[in-house]
């Protein structure tokens, strides 16, 4: 990157910047990022390397969470291939933060989101969730043993020398008012759009390969409605997505979603 900044006309923007989206959607001044806040919550796993160790596990395996812990940090232990080499990762361990993106944030980044608009629900939240941020700031405060301790009930032999603590990155939980209460936390993902259709913006914790393909399906029936329905908007997606206009949860649809399943297993090798 130059640092060079310039100004650019569209007719669309779609702000998919992780954490940094509500900081652009703020900026934007559209009537629905009013009361819009952020609570970010940084993340940790334990990482092993060792090679005799990793050979062992080849899955992806789940627990329960503990009482208090939010929703989206049920502990799993997972074969991962990272920078090339096959590893395995066990988390992820919660930590109290104010960053909203891990490498480029600013400690400032959740001070700087309060708004008069979004004041009350900022306030609302912490009173109602202080469990939470009591969890968040006892789990960045873990020893090693302590996180041990949790991973010896997936893998009772492990040992400290074996694995090592990283950081992960960020997740910013939007944060909006709902049903007439004051705030409330969300631990999905949030597309805000305005009334004109020009601008959408994800936020949320979960823009990953589960819900990419679900989010920029959603946007563009919002906002290219007009172009979905042309004959060539409808090939296009036929093209793209070759069960776009078909409901495979029909009764009906029987044989057709069984050659769909097993033309994905074929791409994905699984088959």
């Given at each position: 990157?130059?640092?060079?900044?310039?100004?650019?006309?569209?007719?669309?923007?779609?702000?998919?910047?992780?954490?940094?989206?509500l900081a652009l959607l703020q900026k934007s001044g559209i009537p629905e990022a009013k009361g819009l806040g952020g609570f970010p919550i940084g993340g940790q796993w334990l990482i092993c390397e060792n090679?005799?160790?990793?050979?062992?596990?080849?899955?992806?395996?789940?627990?329960?969470?503990?009482?208090?812990?939010?929703?989206?940090?049920?502990p799993h232990l997972d074969t991962r291939i990272l920078d090339g080499k096959k590893t395995l990762l066990f988390g992820p361990f919660a930590a109290w933060t104010t960053k909203f993106l891990h490498k480029e944030g600013s400690f400032l980044d959740l001070p700087l989101s309060v708004k008069p608009d979004n004041l009350a629900t900022l306030i609302k939240i912490g009173i109602s969730n202080l469990e939470l941020v009591k969890y968040l700031v006892q789990q960045g405060t873990q020893s090693m043993q302590d996180r041990m301790q949790v991973l010896?009930?997936?893998?009772?032999?492990?040992?400290?020398?074996?694995?090592?603590?990283?950081?992960?990155?960020?997740?910013?939980?939007?944060?909006?008012?709902?049903?007439?209460?004051?705030?409330?936390?969300?631990?999905?993902?949030?597309?805000?759009?305005?009334?004109?259709?020009?601008?959408?913006?994800?936020?949320?914790?979960?823009?990953?390969?589960?819900?990419?393909?679900?989010?920029?399906?959603?946007?563009?029936?919002?906002?290219?409605?007009h172009l979905l329905d042309t004959p060539e908007g409808k090939a296009r997606m036929k093209e793209m997505i070759p069960t776009w206009d078909e409901d495979l949860t029909k009764p009906e649809s029987g044989a057709r979603f069984g050659e769909v399943s097993r033309r994905a297993n074929e791409l994905l090798g699984l088959a």
């Open positions: 990157a130059t640092g060079e900044s310039f100004d650019n006309n569209a007719k669309f923007v779609f702000v998919g910047a992780g954490g940094g989206s090679p005799d160790i990793v050979q062992k596990h080849q899955a992806k395996v789940y627990g329960q969470p503990l009482e208090s812990a939010p929703t989206m940090a049920v010896h009930v997936f893998y009772p032999a492990a040992k400290a020398e074996d694995w090592k603590l990283i950081d992960a990155g960020i997740r910013v939980q939007a944060i909006k008012k709902t049903d007439g209460e004051a705030g409330i936390v969300h631990y999905g993902t949030e597309v805000i759009t305005n009334e004109e259709r020009s601008i959408s913006a994800l936020l949320g914790a979960s823009p990953g390969a589960s819900v990419s393909v679900n989010i920029v399906l959603e946007v563009v029936k919002k906002c290219f409605s």
